[in-house]
């Protein structure tokens, strides 16, 4: 056994980094933000992205994929979520191992779970390709076994643009028809792995995030001076910030331990007491969710007053991190899916 | 990254595991746990049969007699032995996890030879004498006084200890006592010495938890002699010595804890299928978040272990202080989210023969101490906040009012 990561998972996440570097990212205070193209994308952030390989990461290379595991692909997904980077990236991750014509990156794919009832599409406008996880029968709520995955052209929809996002670098719109007509590209077993390798990786992302949040409201609660101190020596602010790290490294054990598992297809255990994965990606996305809306909220709470402003910045990874926490799966629908196996 | 043993550690488990399959039913029922004796008769049977089968001493060097086990091989065995259900290491708690340690560390080869084979045997039980009525999490300031008599041969010990556990059946015990000047440096001044219980001058008060357990007792020191060749390492390094032991314990403590956590998430889960609490989708999604959070745990437990064994200085990581704080709480939510469940029979004590062990109303009460000792968790988010993530520290009292201030 050795659960720390690999050298080359963390050059890879250092590559990741370096590239989101290069490139303007919300939420830093003094900075520009990206200039955002079409459906809310930064085109050239994407365009690099792509060259790195972040796209066909899972893919094998006999197929035009870098042929690495989930474990590689939260270590990006964690640098992405550091970076705010802004996009369907998960989508178009989640798409390509299904259909390799991905891999590259020269598309962009979305996708939306109708199965839980969610209309709302993001990126629109950006899109080259939607898939829909559906109900095979049309219901609104699908079966076990029952769904299957539908590429759908996003031109041929009708979809209505939300004015105002609560997320204002994420575009939404609502949509307006049902049924939806495409092609089918995957089964049930297929529309199951997209969902739970996207609770993975949106997991990977709000680690990210957590992590960076606490970063920003230790460096803040260093040099920020009240009552003649830094107000990180009040043990009231640094229990704050102590929690952050404890809620972003427990989260990332829990993601790292979800991607191994679910890397790790051999049937026969060693005996170890292992986790069944699905299980895994689910306390993985629980953890990933309260770090980064809690770490939010208490990077907010340590900045005081400029906090809750625009120019801080900090307002648009509350919004990221509550959005996310609505995306592959609620913190309920995942303690319904522990609950079950236990 | 990854979690599955390798060979050796796999043969290492079927061993230990086909080894507990033929112990562990040759074993008594557990005695009483109010009942000091037998205990001790239990528990030292069961660290011979250890030792027998060379598992005494798993993570101690082999040179004193240890196995050398690495920190997964020392995981794999909290892990298997809980699983099977093995004692837990009881009485000897202090002598293997504590005061072993240190004296293989520091102490001299005269000392060693003298007590590391008797510990390791089960034969000889330690008690701890750090803590005391005003030094707590600030225990740097313990004041018990030790003096050299006119001889020079013995220091001579008088104050209060207090949380010292298994006192009643201990033959010796780890003391810090301050040697220097009493408004000295604090850290300074302290030295480590050996005391054998039977010196006259020792006299234990129990101390019942609000369990109702008496594992724990003040211990009051009066005109103690303890030779000065009990001293281990130099007068006034006591502070040192007495946290060499933190860093062997190479983030595998609390294992056992969070196996046996996550079995009992399993039979809440049973229990409340079976009396129809479980319709209750909240005490369901409570149950399930708990087993997320010690899911997570169980992560961090293995990533500990994983940068101590493979880390550079062989040290866990920030991970501990942060394990031992959510594991804490988390273990709290646990007895009381099993309470829930119980409903009405949380209030009755369901264990005839008082070995509190697992039995809920006593697990919840024990809980209690969880974010308390070993470091409380307010002081864990100071580790966390000052060590880990350099947040300054809060200026200290002494400091405040040499400045002149004072508030």
């Known amino acids: 056994m050795d659960f720390r990561p690999t050298e080359d998972q963390l050059a890879l996440a250092g590559a990741v980094r370096d590239v989101l570097g290069k490139h303007p990212r919300p939420g830093t205070p003094g900075e ?7 459906g809310g994308v930064d085109v050239a952030l994407w365009r690099d992205l792509a060259e790195l390989g972040v796209f066909g990461l899972r893919v094998p290379e006999d197929a035009g994929g870098l042929g690495l595991g989930h474990a590689e692909a ?30 590259s990156g020269r598309h962009r794919v979305g996708l939306s779970d109708l199965t839980s009832g969610a209309c709302y599409l993001e990126h629109l406008d950006a899109l080259d390709a939607l898939l829909v996880v559906e109900a095979v ?46 092609e089918i590209v995957g089964d049930a077993a297929a529309a199951d792995a997209l969902l739970r390798e996207g609770a993975l990786l949106t997991a990977a992302y709000q680690v990210g995030m957590a992590a960076v949040l606490t970063e920003r409201a230790v460096a803040y609660a260093k040099q920020r001076a009240q009552f003649g101190r830094a107000i990180g020596s009040f043990q009231a602010v640094k229990h704050l910030c102590a929690d952050m790290f404890a809620r972003a490294e427990l989260a990332r054990a829990a993601v790292h331990a979800a991607a191994v598992l679910l890397d790790d297809d051999r049937a026969d255990g060693d005996g170890a007491d292992l986790p069944a994965a699905a299980t895994a990606v689910s306390a993985a996305k629980i953890l990933a969710d309260d770090a980064a809306v809690g770490n939010a909220r208490a990077a907010i709470q340590v900045h005081g007053g400029m906090g809750c402003t625009w120019e801080m910045g900090l307002h648009y990874f509350l919004k990221r991190a509550w959005a996310l926490s609505l995306a592959y799966g609620r913190a309920a629908e995942h303690a319904d899916l522990i609950s079950e196996a236990l | 990254m990854q979690l599955r043993d390798t060979p050796a550690q796999q043969r290492f488990r079927e061993d230990l595991r ?9 074993l008594d029922p557990q005695p009483s746990q ?35 086990a690495t920190p997964t091989e020392h995981l794999i065995f909290l892990e298997e032995s809980e699983l099977a259900g093995a ?8 002598g293997l996890l504590h005061a072993g340690p240190t004296l293989i560390a520091e102490a001299s080869p005269e000392q060693r ?73 604090k850290h300074q001044g302290i030295t480590w010495l050996i005391m054998a219980m039977d010196t006259p001058g020792i006299t234990l008060r129990p101390l019942m938890t609000a369990g109702g357990s008496t594992e724990f007792s003040e211990m009051i020191l009066e005109d103690v002699r303890i030779p000065v060749a009990n001293r281990v390492g130099a007068e006034g390094d006591g502070w040192r010595i007495a946290m060499v032991t933190f860093a062997f314990e190479r983030g595998t403590g609390f294992v056992s804890e969070v196996v046996w956590a996550r079995r009992r998430l399993a039979e809440i889960a049973a229990l409340a299928r079976e009396n129809a609490t479980w319709e209750d989708s909240e005490i369901r999604r409570r149950i399930a978040r708990l087993a997320a959070e010690f899911d997570a745990l169980w992560a961090l437990v293995k990533r500990n272990v994983s940068e101590a064994e493979h880390g550079a200085g062989g040290v866990p990581g920030p991970g501990s ?7 804490s709480e988390a273990r709290q939510h646990l007895d009381d989210l099993h309470a829930e469940v119980r409903g009405r029979e949380a209030l009755a004590f369901d264990d005839e023969h008082f070995t509190y062990d697992g039995e809920p109303g006593y697990e919840r009460l024990r809980s209690l101490a969880y974010t308390i000792a070993a470091g409380t968790s307010q002081v864990q988010r100071n580790i966390i906040g000052e060590r880990i993530l350099g947040l300054p520290k809060e200026p200290s009292a002494t400091a405040a009012a040499a400045k002149g201030g004072g508030r």
């Open chain 2, 113 to 185: 030879e003298r007590h590391i084979p008797a510990i390791l045997r089960g034969d000889e039980i330690w008690c701890q004498g750090f803590s005391e009525p005003d030094a707590g999490s600030d225990l740097a300031a313990l004041r018990t006084r030790a003096v050299l008599d006119r001889t020079g041969d013995h220091y001579v010990v008088t104050g209060r200890k207090i949380w010292t556990s298994h006192a009643e059946v201990a033959d010796f015990c780890e003391l810090l006592v301050r040697t220097g000047p009493p408004d000295g440096p």
């Open chain 2, 34 to 68: 109010d009942d000091w004796q037998a205990r001790r008769a239990y528990d030292s049977h069961w660290q011979a049969l250890l030792h027998q089968a060379g598992y005494a001493g798993l993570n101690w060097p082999a040179e004193y007699g240890g196995r050398g």
């Open chain 1, 74 to 103: 939260v270590h990006v997904f964690e640098q992405l979520g550091r970076g705010l980077a802004t996009g369907p990236y998960t989508a178009t991750a989640l798409a390509a191992p299904l259909l390799p014509e991905y891999a």
């Open chain 2, 321 to 327: 202080s942060v394990f031992k704080l959510r594991f």
């Open chain 2, 18 to 26: 086909a080894w507990l399959r033929t112990v562990l039913p040759t």
């Open chain 1, 137 to 182: 029968d049309g219901e609104a709520h699908a079966f076990p076994g029952h769904s299957q995955v539908l590429r759908v052209e996003p031109i041929e929809l009708r979809a209505d643009p939300v004015p105002h996002p609560v997320d204002p670098c994420v575009p939404l719109h609502r949509l307006s028809q049902k049924p939806l007509r495409g």
């Open chain 2, 87 to 94: 004692p837990y290491v009881g009485v000897n708690f202090v």
């Open chain 1, 32 to 38: 520009e933000g990206p200039e955002p193209g079409a």
